[in-house]
């Protein structure tokens, strides 16, 4: 169903206060896509939909703080565009803000206090770290703010929704991944990013459960990247050093896995250490293709962000929202690479393949 097909009785808008009809007219926006946790649009096409409050004369236009970990990775601007794509179709204004780099929790609860402050609508948070963030999703939810997490939730049951990936199923499919990679047997290493950062936390914790199934598999090491290349680079440096018999890597994160891709090209051994990375950034599926990482777990960041600012209407509006989110994940070898399915999830914003 299309909002173009939502039809409009003007004598009952016009009895409606202008705040009730902003969320009513949310709400049915959002109702139009008849269970909108699976109908996200093609971001590679033009959205059919229109905004149901753009008149002025509505009332003001609802405003959504998306408050990501950090800028600059390509994961957080593919989630933006997803953000923005659901924002334009509930008719809401986006405010994109968040700290430099994953590490500066700091600077993203001082962010949060901001926007608690300025009263937006709604916040959706990918929270820096699980722990820390949980006493400003309690200030926003007192001050009626309701709070959707994305990608990193909170050890909380504050946030009215979780919309990720599910990390430590994708961590257990990297694992046996990588097993096939490597015969089943000898030493690997493990590159989660920041400690305390509840996505990292899973994915290493899904990568250990999923590799202990192999008893000829040892996981030698397991070195931090905070989320930095350079960092990333160092760290397996550092494992090559110390296991001249090292036989795979599982980067967790988009820089763990340029790092780690550089450092086995630098060192000559894209043949012998075989390298399986979470996510799908532009020098990633470069180095997949030149064989310096040998497979991806792709999520899928537009889903994330549509599905998170969706959720955020959703709740504005009264309407129910589900408490966990499920928004996928795949693994991509050069084996499939060239799926039409897998083209269109690898490039979401038709970036440029060649």
């Known amino acids: 169903m299309r909002t173009t097909e939502i039809h409009h009785h003007s004598t009952l808008w016009h009895t409606l206060t202008r705040q009730t009809w902003v969320l009513a007219a949310v709400g049915m926006a959002l109702l139009a896509g008849c ?10 096409g033009e959205s059919e939909k229109q905004s149901l409050i753009t008149d002025d004369s509505a009332g003001k236009q609802l405003r959504i703080a998306v408050i990501p970990k950090g800028l600059s990775h390509q994961f957080w601007l593919t989630i933006k565009a997803g953000a923005e794509a659901a924002a334009k179709e509930g008719g809401a204004k986006i405010l994109w803000q968040g700290p430099a780099k994953e590490t500066e929790v700091e600077k993203q609860i001082n962010i949060v206090q901001d926007m608690i402050n300025s009263k937006v609508d709604a916040l959706v948070l990918a929270a820096c770290d699980q722990q820390a963030l949980i006493p400003m999703v309690k200030k926003a939810r007192d001050a009626g703010i309701p709070v959707i997490t994305i990608d990193s939730g909170i050890a909380s049951n504050l946030a009215l929704s979780f919309v990720a990936t599910d990390n430590v199923a994708g ?3 990297a694992a046996n991944t990588l097993a096939e990679l490597i015969g089943k047997s000898g030493k690997v290493g493990l590159i989660p990013f920041i400690k305390g950062a509840a996505t990292s936390n899973m994915r290493e914790e899904g990568f250990l459960e999923g590799i202990a199934a192999f008893p000829d598999i040892e996981v030698s090491a397991t070195l931090y990247c905070q989320s930095d290349v350079a960092k990333a680079m160092e760290v397996t440096q550092d494992m090559l ?6 036989k795979g890597i599982f980067a967790t994160n988009e820089p763990a896995a340029i790092g780690a891709a550089q450092a086995i090209k630098s060192a000559g051994k894209q043949d012998q250490v075989m390298v399986v990375a979470f996510d799908a950034a532009e020098e990633e599926i470069t180095a997949l293709k030149s064989g310096a990482l040998k497979a991806l777990i792709v999520q899928n960041p537009y889903r994330m962000g549509y599905l998170g600012v969706e959720a955020a209407l959703r709740s504005i509006a009264g309407m129910t929202i589900e408490k966990r989110i499920d928004t996928g994940v795949t693994v991509v070898t050069m084996d499939n690479f060239n799926d039409a399915k897998i083209q269109k999830l690898l490039y979401p914003l ?3 393949r060649d």
Not at 35 to 44: H, I, L, S
Not at 241 to 246: F, N
């Open 35 to 44: 269970g909108g946790t699976t109908d996200v649009p093609d971001p590679n």
């Open 241 to 246: 050093t110390r296991d001249a018999d090292l």
């Open 350 to 352: 038709e970036q440029k």
């Open 171 to 173: 961590a257990k499919m």
